[in-house]
């Protein structure tokens, strides 16, 4: 277990797949009766941008970095659907400036109401201990250090019955996005009303939609594959884009999607190369769209 998310956190990918999760999470507080989200891959929890780690790939500064610089320029609907999202992003610096980034587990427990509940899962021992100080004595959270997928089997279903479970692996081992179908699959034969978001990067576009369309043997309402290019992936061997999974998910969220995609597109993507491709997995139809002009 080499990956470590400190170099990685508020990147561009970031900011796509907790843009999303703060999506759902605002979704799922529309109804009072209490949810629990499941991170199987939790990471530590919040993440100092002054650290060695961060400072050595600077990736925050072309995710986090620039959306809050160019956050003015977005149109009304977008900053408003970015709202819980930002304001935890803001509250993680005592509302001064950027300096940390919330990673999952922290993001959740910012939009979370008091009734709802965190299972916070993290197998790396250094990470676990930094995500339990991140936790601190927040008692609606759990931390557990066990494998991903065993947590997965173990943690399902909630004792709420309303639940979202994020899966995001570190694509370190060959085989990860088999294990993510079969994460889904047996999920789902657990948990069949779950709301399953999973994140993926993009580096052979070929090898994804390969992959994307083995998911339509999953047994779920609806399984939607959201692809965020930063330019086409004509270089397997670059990361090109990320997606995310989202099996269940609120039927408002294609259309925030496709408000907001467009605008974190013209701020994150390479200009005037980004797009993004939504695809609904059972149909195989997907839909792709360009960045918004900047
Ligand atoms: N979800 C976090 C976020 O959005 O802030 C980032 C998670 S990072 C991409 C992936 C994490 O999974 C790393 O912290 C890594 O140590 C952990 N990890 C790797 N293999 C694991 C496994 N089999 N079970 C649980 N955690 C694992």
Redesign the pocket.
Known sequence: ?N???AF??GNFA?VI??AV?ARVIDYMKRKDAPFRVI???????R?DLASAEAGKTNEWQDGIGRLLQQEARLSVRARELLKPYLEAVSAENGGGVLKRY??????ALRLMRPSDRLVA????PE?AKALKAAIGKDRRARLL???????LRAQLPPKERRGLI?I??????PGELDRIREGLTEGLKRFATGTFVA?YPIKDGRQIERWQRTLAAIKADKVLAIDFFLRKPADPERLNGCGLIVVNGPYTLQDELDTLLPELIGVLAEEGRGYFKITDVFSGKSRVEPASPR
């Open positions: 277990m990956y470590r998310h990685h956190a970031d797949k907790h999760l991170d199987t891959h939790a990471g530590t929890g993440y919330p990673g999952s587990p922290r993001l899962n993290e197998l790396h990470d250090t066990i494998d991903a997928w065993a947590a994020l995001d692996p570190p694509f370190e081992q994140w």
